[in-house]
């Protein structure tokens, strides 16, 4: 029999495992409120100047560019590789794509190369999504993924509560053309598609989009902010849009627009940028639905440079995507984050994606095992005070070609290139951007410095886990890449 002092010790126990609940709870909850939310909106081939931020002027970016104008337009930001897929893991992982094994695409899945179908960011490097995840963050990923095929690699592995998109490369964007072709070759008895036909997905389940794919998109990412904020957890959402990347296609809507643009190429470009702005203004609705904008951290970026044969402007910049001038892999970029930067801020300072992963981990208070390597640097600190993260320090840019390599450096004021098997260059590119004008014989000290730390640096590299192709798999071998021993001499 329970007696009377029994019963009021077990209710003054209970009343206390209740109160110290409700304490835990509530220190949860307002930790839960100090931290951040993380938005990364990530563009495929967008230019620099393709935004009204950076000066682009036939480009129509309202949203974008309130973002920008509401907290800091990075001027000099970088991506670790001017083509898309290594640029992608290199944020995704806080690794340079060369010392992971990752400096090409993942060859298409159309492409039959059989011995690299089933490969993928390797498994042994956390992305930044399972860094938050394990602190406590729901996360989404939303769209392009291509960082592998199989299910080792898939979004809902590597951190992702939830994924809604596609696997490859690239994707058509009306669903008239792609729903359902591939289900009809599958019958036919094909093995190899297309990837942009694929059917999209989430959560590995198949799914039939009915809209424009950019705005099918920026509508699965607003009912992520929906679900995510019923979790009462932080959240980071990771949206990918594969515009403006070819196919160029754009709404019959939007096109009309921009009818004022003779060149077809340019005109549909731009319209599939401005459906993408669209997209984000949706999306900052949806955040401030939830009063959750204020609280909100919002990185918006390019994957690479624009591609200047299919209506891209890299202005002031020289080249394009695929280069390592700065066209290839400086990318316009804007940062928003009303509880924690000011408004109207400029930061002329280099700025890498690799430095998104650690500053993101140490806003969100992730613990980063000691085993992990970061290539970047927290710059939280360096941004709110406007000063350089890496006075002195090198940001590297290497694509291999057929027997040799291209190299972009830059540190500082200083930019040092090396492309299509050329002499080395070296630029003033705060005065130059365009690299127009090369001082190597007025600062050879300079030039013989970047280019010996360059060179300390490839040796870090590892070989290739996969090629985009076959020539280039056969030509690693044949020409004895990466011969870096070449590409780092001064001549």
């Known amino acids: 029999m329970t007696t009377c002092s029994t019963r009021i010790l077990m209710a003054a126990t209970a009343a206390f495992s209740c109160l110290l609940g409700n304490a835990f709870a509530n220190a949860a909850a307002e930790q839960n409120e100090k931290r951040p939310n993380i938005v990364v909106i990530l563009c495929d081939d967008l230019g620099y100047a393709d935004v009204g931020f950076n000066g682009g002027s036939e480009v129509l970016t309202p949203n974008i560019d309130k973002l920008a104008a509401g907290g800091m337009v990075c001027q000099s930001a970088y991506v670790a590789h001017p083509f898309c897929g290594p640029s992608r893991m290199a944020f995704m992982t806080g690794r340079y794509p060369h010392c992971i094994g990752a400096p090409y695409n993942l060859p298409p899945s159309a492409s039959n190369i059989e011995e690299y179908a089933e490969e993928g960011v390797d498994t042994n490097e956390p992305l930044i999504s399972t860094t938050l995840q394990r602190a406590g963050y729901f996360t989404g990923a939303i769209g392009k993924w291509h960082m592998g095929f199989t299910e080792e690699y898939h979004p809902n592995r590597r951190g992702f509560d939830e994924f809604y998109g596609f696997l490859g490369g690239g994707h058509k964007y009306f669903p008239a053309q792609y729903q359902g072709v591939y289900e009809r070759q599958l019958a036919r008895g094909m093995k190899h598609f297309n990837e942009y036909i694929t059917p999209l997905e989430h959560n590995g389940q198949q799914v039939k989009e009915t809209e424009y794919l950019t705005d099918g998109l920026s509508r699965e990412a607003c009912n992520f902010v929906d679900k995510a904020v019923a979790t009462e957890k932080p959240f980071f959402l990771y949206l990918a849009y594969n515009a403006p990347h070819s196919p160029l296609e754009a709404t019959e809507e939007d096109?009309?627009?921009f009818e004022h643009i003779q060149d077809q190429k340019r005109r549909t470009y731009v319209a599939m940028v401005y459906a993408v702005d669209r997209g984000v203004g949706k999306l900052v609705d949806t955040l401030k639905k939830h009063n959750q904008f204020e609280n909100t951290l919002i990185v918006f970026f390019s994957d690479n440079g624009g591609k200047l044969g299919l209506g891209a402007d890299n202005t002031p910049l020289r080249e394009g995507k695929g280069s390592t001038y700065e066209g290839g892999f400086r990318v316009p970029m804007a940062i928003s984050y009303p509880n924690g930067l000011?408004?109207?801020?400029?930061?002329?300072?280099?700025?890498?994606?690799?430095?998104?992963y650690p500053t993101f981990a140490r806003l969100a208070g992730a613990n980063i095992s000691d085993e992990k390597v970061l290539d970047g640097k927290d710059v939280w600190e360096d941004l709110l005070a406007n000063r350089s993260a890496r006075d002195g320090g090198m940001i590297y840019s290497v694509r291999h070609r057929l027997g040799f390599s291209d190299v972009g450096i830059r540190s500082d004021r200083w930019k040092a290139t090396r492309i299509y098997n050329q002499r080395w260059k070296l630029?003033?590119?705060?005065?130059?951007?365009?690299?127009?004008?090369?001082?190597r014989a007025s600062n050879p000290a300079q030039l013989e410095k970047m280019v010996s730390e360059a060179r300390q640096w490839s040796e870090t590299h590892t070989q290739p886990l996969w090629f985009d192709n076959r020539k280039a798999a056969e030509s690693w071998q044949e020409l004895n890449m990466p011969q870096y021993d070449k590409t780092f001499e001064l001549k």
């Open 427 to 439: 630029f003033d590119i705060e005065s130059d951007p365009g690299e127009k004008q090369d001082i």
């Open 342 to 356: 000011k408004a109207g801020q400029q930061y002329a300072h280099p700025i890498t994606a690799l430095d998104l």
């Open 255 to 257: 096109l009309a627009r």
